[in-house]
């Protein structure tokens, strides 16, 4: 019996030298498993930091280009990540989640500019400006998505995109085309071509309708200063030198005593071309009319056209813009500093 108990005593020391030795074990095991878990903590901490910080440059950023590269750091950041333990990957879906919804802020960016720039009823609109402006804004998107592709759109994405913006940009074209100055038809007394209100720098307007153009800015003759006029098709009244009949008042004296004496203040119906095209150039159409001494003229000058044939003459540049003045001397030319532009349709 002496020989047993000593044996018991003997194997509870051993048992709790083992229990020892593996509760060391356990204690160093779960130490380290605490350090990790801190170090994992911490670095998802850090992590969830840095997205934070660069959400904030994406949501803050005033220009695309800064919204672009804010978007890839967060791309860049996102692939960085560790994806070993089920945290590392609900911080990498986070990160995705985030670039996706930047991205569609982005994509819908898009779709406001590709809507408020897609004209409806393009026939009806005979504003050159607008349209211009559709197409400069519709140019800038195609080019912006075909630049941004790869980090917002796909491949698949941009063909769609460039193939409405083509197919808008091709009926903008033809709409602006069609509302050219036409020459042919102006000196016919057609002026559907210049259709709505002109002004010129110093506020006056030109009214025009497809058959008359009125205005309280055509040139007094008889006094410094303008007066009102209407030009329907090519036949020209000024009221304040008309008679009750509605024909030109007479220049006062005898037919004979002077060159002018007896004649009309105006001729109503205009003549076609500068009286002087050889001198004064041919890219602008004038109807003008004979006053004593003198003439009077509604010139019309096409977008892109020189005013003068030299061109060493002062103010000789071209516009973007279609142009009308009306001028009177014994000159022809083209006054750029007063000329009408179209402001609405």
């Known amino acids: 019996m002496k020989t047993i108990h000593k044996i018991l005593i003997a194997l509870a020391g051993l048992f709790v030298l083992i229990a020892a030795v593996i509760g060391i074990g356990l204690a160093k095991n779960m130490g380290q498993a605490a350090k990790t878990a801190a170090s994992e903590q911490r670095a998802t901490s850090?992590?969830?930091?840095?997205?934070?910080?660069?959400?904030?440059?994406?949501?803050?950023?005033k220009t695309d280009t800064d919204k672009i590269n804010a978007l890839k750091l967060l791309e860049l950041s996102a692939g960085a990540l560790p994806t070993k333990t089920s945290q590392d990957k609900k911080l990498a879906a986070t990160y995705q989640s985030t670039i996706n919804k930047?991205?569609?802020?982005?994509?819908?960016?898009?779709?406001?500019?590709?809507?408020?720039n897609t004209l409806t009823?393009?026939?009806?609109?005979?504003?050159?400006?607008?349209?211009?402006?559709?197409?400069?804004?519709?140019?800038?998107?195609?080019?912006?998505?075909?630049?941004?592709?790869?980090?917002?759109?796909?491949?698949?994405?941009?063909?769609?995109?460039?193939s409405k913006i083509s197919t808008l940009l091709a009926s903008y074209r033809t709409q602006v085309a069609s509302l050219a100055m036409d020459l042919t038809q102006i000196e016919k007394g057609n002026f559907t071509s210049l259709v709505g209100t002109w002004k010129n720098p110093a506020g006056e307007t030109l009214n025009i309708t497809s058959s008359t153009i009125t205005t309280q800015a055509f040139p007094a003759i008889k006094m410094q200063g303008t007066t009102a006029a209407t030009?329907?098709?090519?036949?020209?009244?000024?009221?304040?030198?008309?008679?009750?009949?509605?024909?030109?008042?007479?220049?006062?004296?005898?037919?004979?005593?002077?060159?002018?004496?007896?004649?009309?203040?105006?001729?109503?119906?205009?003549?076609?071309?500068?009286?002087?095209?050889?001198?004064?150039?041919?890219?602008?159409?004038?109807?003008?009319?004979?006053?004593?001494?003198?003439?009077?003229?509604?010139?019309?000058?096409?977008?892109?056209?020189?005013?003068?044939?030299?061109?060493?003459?002062?103010?000789?540049?071209?516009?973007?813009?279609?142009?009308?003045?009306?001028?009177?001397?014994?000159?022809?030319?083209?006054?750029?500093?007063?000329?009408?532009?179209?402001?609405?349709?």
Do not use: C, W
């Not at 850090?46 to 950023?61: I, P, R, V």
């Not at 991205?103 to 898009?110: E, F, G, M, P, R």
């Not at 004593?292 to 060493?312: C, H, M, Q, T, Y």
């Open 102 to 116: 930047d991205k569609s802020s982005i994509l819908a960016d898009y779709d406001k500019i590709l809507s408020e």
């Open 46 to 61: 850090k992590a969830q930091t840095t997205l934070a910080q660069l959400q904030n440059g994406f949501s803050s950023a």
């Open 231 to 345: 030009l329907t098709g090519l036949k020209l009244s000024i009221p304040s030198l008309n008679t009750q009949n509605g024909t030109p008042q007479t220049v006062p004296g005898v037919r004979g005593t002077s060159l002018t004496a007896g004649a009309p203040y105006y001729q109503q119906t205009l003549k076609i071309s500068p009286p002087n095209p050889a001198h004064y150039g041919t890219n602008y159409l004038a109807l003008y009319s004979s006053i004593p001494d003198a003439f009077v003229a509604i010139e019309f000058l096409p977008a892109g056209k020189l005013p003068f044939n030299s061109p060493e003459t002062p103010a000789n540049n071209t516009s973007s813009e279609d142009r009308i003045a009306i001028t009177s001397g014994q000159n022809a030319n083209f006054p750029i500093t007063t000329a009408f532009t179209r402001i609405n349709s």
């Open 121 to 162: 009823n393009l026939h009806s609109i005979t504003d050159k400006s607008k349209l211009n402006a559709a197409t400069t804004a519709l140019t800038a998107l195609d080019n912006r998505i075909t630049k941004e592709t790869g980090t917002v759109t796909t491949s698949d994405q941009l063909k769609t995109y460039q």
